[in-house]
């Protein structure tokens, strides 16, 4: 297994892809100070390094787990990502930002529903503010999540989700 460098440290995180599930110890530099939003970052590898991973594999049947000690995991196949407490690292907006606002809605990330808020400004539409964005990773605040398929999978809430927004549906009430 990976010894690691003086360099190293984990943090606890999520990853969600259109058909797998892993949970476990991200490797990351000690210099990477918000694990949070590290996906927007320059420095992001191709792969990431999760140690103890948990994984679960959708397909056509019953939800396949898998353990290893570690597991390299693409970056670009994921679709949502992130961390787990006792990770408490600041959100990304300023509460107090003018002409923003916190609109609810449910998204489908693979086989999971996250239902949270997306930050938008007040002059425009969701379906408008989801068109014109370009980002690669967008946030999702004040998430719940579940799946449908794993009843027996207790309702997780997270204060923040990173989302790959061309690979998930937003759905409104």
């Known amino acids: ?5 003086a360099d190293d440290k984990t943090t606890p995180v999520m990853l ?7 949970r476990g110890e991200l490797v990351t530099r000690k210099s990477v100070l918000r694990v949070n939003i590290w ?4 420095g992001v590898p191709r792969y990431l390094h999760i140690l103890k991973p948990q994984v679960l594999v959708f397909g056509g049947g019953p939800a396949k787990p898998l353990s290893f000690s570690e597991i390299y995991f693409p970056t670009l196949q994921l679709i949502g990502f ?5 990770t408490d690292e600041p959100l990304d907006y300023d509460p107090t930002e003018a002409n923003r606002t916190m609109q609810s809605v449910d998204v489908l990330v693979g086989t999971f ?3 949270g808020k997306i930050r938008i400004s007040t002059q425009t539409e969701v379906g ?3 068109e014109v964005a370009r980002v690669s990773w ?4 004040e998430v719940e999540i579940t799946n449908p398929h794993l009843p027996q999978m207790p309702a997780l809430h997270v204060p923040m989700v990173l989302l790959n927004p061309s690979h998930v549906a937003f759905g409104f009430a």
Do not use: A, E
């Open 1 to 5: 297994m990976y010894t690691l460098s």
């Open 16 to 22: 969600y892809t259109q058909d797998t599930f892993v």
């Open 39 to 42: 996906l927007r970052t320059d």
């Open 82 to 86: 992130h961390t787990l407490p006792p």
């Open 113 to 115: 529903v996250m239902k």
């Open 128 to 130: 408008i503010s989801l």
């Open 138 to 141: 967008m946030s999702l605040y």
